[in-house]
């Protein structure tokens, strides 16, 4: 049985000065290598279809690659060379200003900085050979055709990379010799030219990471040659456990992890360099047949698991965002599948405290109090990472209704920050489009012109008087939703058609593609059993606020429907008057019926118009009402709003009040909250609680975990008085603005590691590394008024 | 007919400390007493207090606002029974204050309707309105605050006896299954040990098998917002010395009275 010779204590400390080395890492390279890997791959193979230049390409990355094997390293691999350092939020220099989306594909080559090896010539050589690929030439067509719509921000489109949960189950459990040999029964007998190319590419890429493996092999056999006696006996037993992972089945937990490991390293290869947001799943499930395999006590696994939590951190910020695991949550039948290797999963999280991969725990109405009791800690000990959490009882309900078969429901899990998918069977293309819905109201109050720039967006609405339009405002804005939607998913479609440009057999294997023959991006035919398009939808209590403040407006002062007009353009300068009767109007959060109504029939309407889009195989987009960090970035191209928001202020998140607006506590925010019509978020919706400790008052952290069960996810998730379906997301900080400025104050003091993890949308950060805008988005979305108790 | 309207301070969710389990607890505007320690000094006046407070959440600028609003009483029922599905644990209504009594008709009125609703109902008093035997039915959960024995010394710093608390206490004991009696203590006011002593002489010739007691020390909490009111603090050395607390609770201890912590 193979399992390592460390004690828990050894592998803990090894694991810590791993994570140190990566931290030390200034310099991400690996990435701009891989691609002038590819480039020397498709310069060799000459013409080939598009499929098999993608395999050849990670062949060549997959051969030739430097790899290395840290001393502190218990398991081999790295996904450090497939990410740059380009996710702007995390870098202190990020102005909210300055952002423009991700939407030029080569301007990652602006991201490594020149040396003597790295050369400006060679760094400008890759980027010319990118701009000429068919992704980059489409992709560029598409942001110019739709520029005057996402210059400020009415909607956005991105091609998505990561945001997938493979299935890596079958390739732990038998190897991926035995997939090869079933693609090579299909290859017997099939006549589909282009599924008999995918199939090759997809065998090929398999091939890959054997070869992965057994180079890292040769190196633990070379490693073993000079080493201590302890580390020796280790590094045997990696050479031989790489010569059988992933190549044929594990039988022990470290071989599972190992080989999980491997795989996972090729398909964020396969995407250099912004594979973000892929998702491991329901970790403790994958992992916990092979630990009762090798019998490993909660300690050991949990040292194990230490490893493989520091391999998702990459570089000194710990780069690769949004990567998520999940623990928790139940069966198809109802039943707890809860194991030990979930509670050694938050002992090892505990521990590390990293800022990746994310955490998330699927709850439910029986899930043992002894998951919320292990939860305490995690809550309750400042600067902890904090995971997220998610309600099965609710989220089977709103998949199963949105077409996710019922012996499938409990193999969701969430890629990137919130997103419900099914591991290995749904590509959800999630973050493929953006809608800014109070930027829409703005330019239909103003006849299509923004309020920020003064320019001309589109021309929306029949020329009419103030007091009629605000009077009408209801169908003149869902018509102008419906309109840009339209457009919106014509550009997103166009993204998705150019990333289609860059196959990935590699993780098609993974996601069906070994079945069916049909790469994952392919647009033309599906590839993975459930396929859509997301749509994040922003500004939802913004609209509510807004709708019901334009008809008290309409009721009370209908002399003053031409001054709002004003007002909001003139950002209600010289008119405080006008605004403070805006701000006085009700607030969504606050249990208003007429407000919490409007925001129940916003939700509504919009969810069913994003619906009715289709996507590139006629699948609908999916509504997510989430907005990660967005609110913050699109508020920035919004005027001033009817609610008595003033221009470029931040807008709400997700399907949270607007911060400040709801001051009555927890118990209206959570009633108000009930009235929104979950069932129709297949996509997502995300949703924030700043919490202040000083209302939990068990002495332990245990006691304060079960606390937290009674007070927060009770009632939020579980509530039997709730006849609509429940939310199923939320995140937690829980502290206060007063903790917070003093860890920026004093982070020697508060956070003497240099890490204080914090969560902003569905991902941890370390609060240090963040840029100052963020920070304070942070401090102020604590909004603890909201959520007194 | 005119729509019978209640002053409202503040309303929120609170869990298991003005009742038991999750309760919607309305503080209603106005008070006959002049607690010098009040934490809610902006509760006194009826029909509210004018308060210098920041602007808002993010925007510091002092301006003026009234403490209260007013509320249909038809709407708190109305809001209260679409409440209930926060109610858990056995959660239900509280009103306090302010007092509540003070609004007697309106506080009448709404718990009559939370009854009529099924709502569990609770209020904090401080038992001085001579009528509020007439509520008993209708509260499940009654809290009244007994801040001393001797009704001359309470009305020397209170500005209002409490002959008719004391009076009202003793018909909750005799009438209900049920009271809460709180008891604030306040170094220099009633928390010595003859003090103890003497609350605990008024309680043992009563039948309070069925009550019991909260003793709350002295805080500051609400400090701040007398000034926002334009009003002096004047307590000094409030506070109560571990020792004192001590004695208190032993003597209640000592003499059968029951006491909890909320």
Same mark, same amino acid.
């Given at each position: 049985?193979?399992?390592?010779?460390?004690?828990?204590?050894?592998?803990?400390?090894?694991?810590?000065?791993?994570?140190?080395?990566?931290?030390?890492?200034?310099?991400?390279?690996?990435?701009?290598?891989?691609?002038?890997?590819?480039?020397?791959?498709?310069?060799?193979?000459?013409?080939?279809?598009?499929?098999?230049?993608?395999?050849?390409?990670?062949?060549?990355?997959?051969?030739?690659?430097?790899?290395?094997?840290?001393?502190?390293?218990?398991?081999?691999?790295?996904?450090?060379?497939?990410?740059?350092?380009?996710?702007?939020?995390?870098?202190?220099?990020?102005?909210?200003?300055?952002?423009?989306?991700?939407?030029?594909?080569?301007?990652?080559?602006?991201?490594?900085?020149?040396?003597?090896?790295?050369?400006?010539?060679?760094?400008?050589?890759?980027?010319?050979?990118?701009?000429?690929?068919?992704?980059?030439?489409?992709?560029?067509?598409?942001?110019?055709?739709?520029?005057?719509?996402?210059?400020?921000?009415?909607?956005?489109?991105?091609?998505?990379?990561?945001?997938?949960?493979?299935?890596?189950?079958?390739?732990?459990?038998?190897?991926?010799?035995?997939?090869?040999?079933?693609?090579?029964?299909?290859?017997?007998?099939?006549?589909?030219?282009?599924?008999?190319?995918?199939?090759?590419?997809?065998?090929?890429?398999?091939?890959?990471?054997?070869?992965?493996?057994?180079?890292?092999?040769?190196?633990?056999?070379?490693?073993?040659?000079?080493?201590?006696?302890?580390?020796?006996?280790?590094?045997?037993?990696?050479?031989?456990?790489?010569?059988?992972?992933?190549?044929?089945?594990?039988?022990?937990?470290?071989?599972?992890?190992?080989?999980?490991?491997?795989?996972?390293?090729?398909?964020?290869?396969?995407?250099?360099?912004?594979?973000?947001?892929?998702?491991?799943?329901?970790?403790?499930?994958?992992?916990?047949?092979?630990?009762?395999?090798?019998?490993?006590?909660?300690?050991?696994?949990?040292?194990?698991?230490?490893?493989?939590?520091?391999?998702?951190?990459?570089?000194?910020?710990?780069?690769?965002?949004?990567?998520?695991?999940?623990?928790?949550?139940?069966?198809?039948?109802?039943?707890?599948?809860?194991?030990?290797?979930?509670?050694?999963?938050?002992?090892?999280?505990?521990?590390?405290?990293?800022?990746?991969?994310?955490?998330?725990?699927?709850?439910?109405?029986?899930?043992?109090?002894?998951?919320?009791?292990?939860?305490?800690?995690?809550?309750?000990?400042?600067?902890?990472?904090?995971?997220?959490?998610?309600?099965?009882?609710?989220?089977?309900?709103?998949?199963?209704?949105?077409?996710?078969?019922?012996?499938?429901?409990?193999?969701?899990?969430?890629?990137?920050?919130?997103?419900?998918?099914?591991?290995?069977?749904?590509?959800?293309?999630?973050?493929?489009?953006?809608?800014?819905?109070?930027?829409?109201?703005?330019?239909?109050?103003?006849?299509?012109?923004?309020?920020?720039?003064?320019?001309?967006?589109?021309?929306?609405?029949?020329?009419?008087?103030?007091?009629?339009?605000?009077?009408?405002?209801?169908?003149?804005?869902?018509?102008?939703?419906?309109?840009?939607?339209?457009?919106?998913?014509?550009?997103?479609?166009?993204?998705?058609?150019?990333?289609?440009?860059?196959?990935?057999?590699?993780?098609?294997?993974?996601?069906?593609?070994?079945?069916?023959?049909?790469?994952?991006?392919?647009?033309?035919?599906?590839?993975?059993?459930?396929?859509?398009?997301?749509?994040?939808?922003?500004?939802?209590?913004?609209?509510?606020?807004?709708?019901?403040?334009?008809?008290?407006?309409?009721?009370?002062?209908?002399?003053?429907?031409?001054?709002?007009?004003?007002?909001?353009?003139?950002?209600?300068?010289?008119?405080?008057?006008?605004?403070?009767?805006?701000?006085?109007?009700?607030?969504?959060?606050?249990?208003?019926?007429?407000?919490?109504?409007?925001?129940?029939?916003?939700?509504?309407?919009?969810?069913?118009?994003?619906?009715?889009?289709?996507?590139?195989?006629?699948?609908?987009?999916?509504?997510?009402?989430?907005?990660?960090?967005?609110?913050?970035?699109?508020?920035?191209?919004?005027?001033?709003?009817?609610?008595?928001?003033?221009?470029?202020?931040?807008?709400?998140?997700?399907?949270?009040?607007?911060?400040?607006?709801?001051?009555?506590?927890?118990?209206?925010?959570?009633?108000?909250?009930?009235?929104?019509?979950?069932?129709?978020?297949?996509?997502?919706?995300?949703?924030?609680?700043?919490?202040?400790?000083?209302?939990?008052?068990?002495?332990?952290?245990?006691?304060?975990?079960?606390?937290?069960?009674?007070?927060?996810?009770?009632?939020?998730?579980?509530?039997?008085?709730?006849?609509?379906?429940?939310?199923?997301?939320?995140?937690?900080?829980?502290?206060?603005?007063?903790?917070?400025?003093?860890?920026?104050?004093?982070?020697?003091?508060?956070?003497?590691?240099?890490?204080?993890?914090?969560?902003?949308?569905?991902?941890?950060?370390?609060?240090?590394?963040?840029?100052?805008?963020?920070?304070?988005?942070?401090?102020?979305?604590?909004?603890?008024?909201?959520?007194?108790? | 007919?005119?729509?019978?309207?209640?002053?409202?301070?503040?309303?929120?969710?609170?869990?298991?400390?003005?009742? +038991?389990?999750?309760?919607?607890?309305?503080?209603?505007?106005?008070?006959?007493?002049?607690?010098?320690?009040?934490?809610?000094?902006?509760?006194?006046?009826?029909?509210?207090?004018?308060?210098?407070? +920041?602007?808002?959440?993010?925007?510091?600028?002092?301006?003026?606002?009234?403490?209260?609003?007013?509320?249909?009483?038809?709407?708190?029922?109305?809001?209260?029974?679409?409440?209930?599905?926060?109610?858990?644990?056995?959660?239900?209504?509280?009103?306090?204050?302010?007092?509540?009594?003070?609004?007697?008709?309106?506080?009448?009125?709404?718990?009559?309707?939370?009854?009529?609703?099924?709502?569990?109902?609770?209020?904090?008093?401080?038992?001085?309105?001579?009528?509020? +035997?007439?509520?008993?039915?209708?509260?499940?959960?009654?809290?009244?605050?007994?801040?001393?024995?001797?009704?001359?010394?309470?009305?020397?710093?209170?500005?209002?006896?409490?002959?008719?608390?004391?009076?009202?206490?003793?018909?909750?004991?005799?009438?209900?299954?049920?009271?809460?009696?709180?008891?604030?203590?306040?170094?220099?006011?009633?928390?010595?040990?003859?003090?103890?002593?003497?609350?605990?002489?008024?309680?043992?010739?009563?039948?309070?098998?069925?009550?019991?007691?909260?003793?709350?020390?002295?805080?500051?909490?609400?400090?701040?917002?007398?000034?926002?009111?334009?009003?002096?603090?004047?307590?000094?050395?409030?506070?109560?010395?571990?020792?004192?607390?001590?004695?208190?609770?032993?003597?209640?201890?000592?003499?059968?009275?029951?006491?909890?912590?909320?």
């Amino acid at each position: 049985m193979s399992r390592i010779h460390y004690s828990p204590v050894k592998a803990t400390e090894m694991a810590k000065l791993l994570f140190k080395e990566e931290r030390s890492l200034k310099r991400i390279d690996g990435w701009f290598l891989a691609r002038e890997l590819a480039r020397k791959a498709n310069e060799e193979n000459g013409e080939q279809p598009r499929e098999m230049k993608a395999a050849l390409e990670l062949s060549k990355i997959l051969s030739e690659l430097p790899i290395s094997l840290s001393e502190n390293a218990v398991f081999a691999g790295t996904q450090r060379d497939a990410f740059a350092r380009t996710y702007a939020l995390i870098n202190p220099a990020f102005r909210v200003e300055t952002f423009c989306g991700y939407c030029d594909p080569t301007s990652v080559f602006d991201d490594i900085e020149q040396n003597e090896e790295f050369t400006v010539e060679r760094i400008n050589s890759l980027r010319e050979y990118t701009k000429k690929s068919d992704y980059v030439r489409t992709l560029t067509c598409v942001y110019d055709k739709y520029e005057n719509y996402t210059a400020e921000v009415a909607f956005f489109i991105e091609q998505v990379t990561g945001h997938l949960v493979p299935d890596f189950r079958p390739a732990l459990k038998y190897g991926v010799k035995l997939i090869m040999d079933g693609i090579d029964c299909r290859l017997s007998v099939e006549t589909d030219e282009e599924k008999i190319i995918n199939f090759n590419a997809m065998k090929l890429t398999l091939k890959g990471v054997v070869m992965l493996a057994n180079r890292y092999a040769d190196i633990a056999a070379q490693q073993a040659k000079t080493a201590d006696a302890e580390r020796k006996e280790h590094l045997i037993l990696l050479e031989s456990t790489l010569r059988k992972v992933p190549e044929y089945g594990a039988e022990s937990l470290f071989e599972a992890m190992q080989s999980y490991m491997l795989l996972w390293q090729v398909m964020c290869l396969e995407q250099a360099p912004n594979p973000f947001a892929f998702s491991v799943g329901n970790a403790d499930r994958i992992f916990e047949p092979y630990r009762k395999m090798s019998g490993e006590n909660r300690d050991e696994t949990a040292a194990l698991f230490k490893h493989f939590l520091v391999f998702y951190n990459v570089g000194d910020r710990s780069w690769a965002i949004s990567q998520n695991v999940i623990i928790g949550g139940k069966s198809n039948d109802g039943e707890d599948l809860t194991n030990p290797t979930s509670y050694a999963m938050l002992d090892a999280y505990y521990d590390m405290n990293v800022p990746q991969p994310i955490l998330s725990i699927k709850l439910h109405k029986n899930t043992p109090i002894e998951l919320y009791r292990e939860m305490g800690r995690f809550f309750f000990t400042p600067g902890c990472l904090t995971p997220s959490l998610f309600n099965d009882d609710a989220l089977f309900v709103t998949l199963n209704r949105a077409g996710i078969y019922k012996n499938d429901l409990q193999d969701y899990s969430v890629a990137g920050c919130q997103e419900p998918l099914i591991m290995g069977k749904d590509n959800g293309n999630t973050t493929n489009s953006w809608l800014n819905l109070p930027k829409i109201l703005e330019l239909t109050l103003n006849d299509g012109y923004s309020t920020i720039t003064g320019k001309k967006i589109d021309t929306l609405a029949k020329k009419t008087d103030a007091l009629t339009l605000l009077k009408n405002i209801r169908s003149e804005f869902y018509k102008n939703v419906d309109y840009f939607s339209t457009h919106m998913a014509d550009a997103a479609n166009g993204a998705s058609k150019s990333i289609s440009c860059l196959p990935v057999p590699f993780l098609s294997v993974f996601m069906g593609g070994a079945e069916s023959g049909i790469d994952t991006r392919d647009t033309n035919r599906q590839g993975t059993k459930y396929n859509a398009s997301g749509c994040l939808i922003h500004g939802l209590s913004v609209i509510a606020d807004s709708l019901v403040a334009i008809d008290e407006l309409v009721e009370k002062r209908p002399q003053d429907a031409d001054r709002l007009i004003d007002a909001l353009r003139n950002n209600f300068e010289g008119d405080e008057e006008l605004r403070e009767f805006l701000l006085s109007c009700p607030k969504f959060g606050n249990f208003n019926n007429r407000v919490d109504s409007e925001a129940a029939e916003v939700a509504n309407r919009v969810s069913d118009i994003v619906k009715s889009k289709k996507n590139y195989l006629g699948n609908s987009f999916r509504a997510d009402w989430s907005s990660p960090s967005t609110h913050l970035l699109y508020g920035y191209w919004v005027g001033a709003t009817p609610d008595g928001r003033k221009a470029r202020e931040e807008l709400n998140y997700g399907v949270d009040p607007l911060f400040g607006e709801a001051g009555s506590g927890l118990g209206f925010r959570i009633l108000s909250n009930m009235r929104l019509p979950f069932e129709k978020f297949n996509g997502g919706y995300a949703s924030h609680f700043g919490i202040d400790p000083k209302f939990f008052k068990s002495p332990d952290n245990e006691g304060k975990g079960e606390e937290f069960k009674k007070r927060i996810t009770d009632p939020l998730f579980f509530n039997e008085k709730n006849t609509n379906t429940s939310p199923f997301y939320l995140y937690v900080n829980v502290t206060t603005p007063e903790t917070l400025r003093k860890v920026l104050a004093n982070p020697k003091k508060y956070a003497p590691s240099g890490v204080y993890i914090m969560r902003i949308h569905g991902t941890f950060v370390n609060f240090l590394d963040l840029s100052p805008a963020i920070q304070q988005d942070i401090i102020m979305r604590l909004d603890l008024q909201s959520t007194s108790i | 007919m005119l729509k019978m309207k209640v002053q409202l301070l503040h309303k929120g969710f609170n869990f298991s400390q003005d009742g +038991p389990g999750n309760r919607l607890v309305y503080h209603l505007q106005g008070c006959n007493f002049r607690c010098p320690w009040c934490s809610n000094p902006e509760s006194m006046a009826v029909g509210g207090a004018e308060m210098t407070v +920041p602007k808002s959440f993010d925007d510091k600028t002092l301006v003026n606002r009234l403490s209260c609003t007013e509320q249909e009483a038809d709407e708190l029922i109305d809001e209260a029974v679409r409440s209930s599905p926060m109610y858990f644990d056995g959660g239900g209504v509280t009103l306090t204050g302010g007092e509540p009594t003070v609004q007697f008709s309106a506080v009448r009125y709404i718990l009559e309707g939370l009854k009529l609703n099924n709502i569990h109902t609770a209020m904090e008093t401080n038992g001085c309105h001579e009528r509020l +035997p007439e509520l008993y039915g209708l509260i499940d959960y009654l809290i009244m605050d007994f801040k001393h024995y001797d009704s001359q010394k309470h009305a020397e710093v209170i500005g209002h006896d409490n002959l008719i608390t004391q009076e009202n206490i003793k018909k909750a004991l005799s009438q209900r299954e049920q009271l809460l009696v709180r008891i604030p203590l306040v170094n220099g006011f009633n928390a010595s040990n003859e003090d103890a002593l003497e609350f605990v002489d008024f309680f043992k010739c009563l039948k309070t098998e069925n009550c019991s007691f909260e003793l709350l020390k002295y805080h500051e909490y609400g400090k701040d917002k007398w000034a926002q009111c334009g009003l002096q603090y004047t307590v000094e050395n409030g506070k109560v010395s571990d020792e004192d607390y001590s004695f208190y609770i032993e003597a209640f201890v000592d003499n059968g009275l029951r006491l909890i912590r909320t």
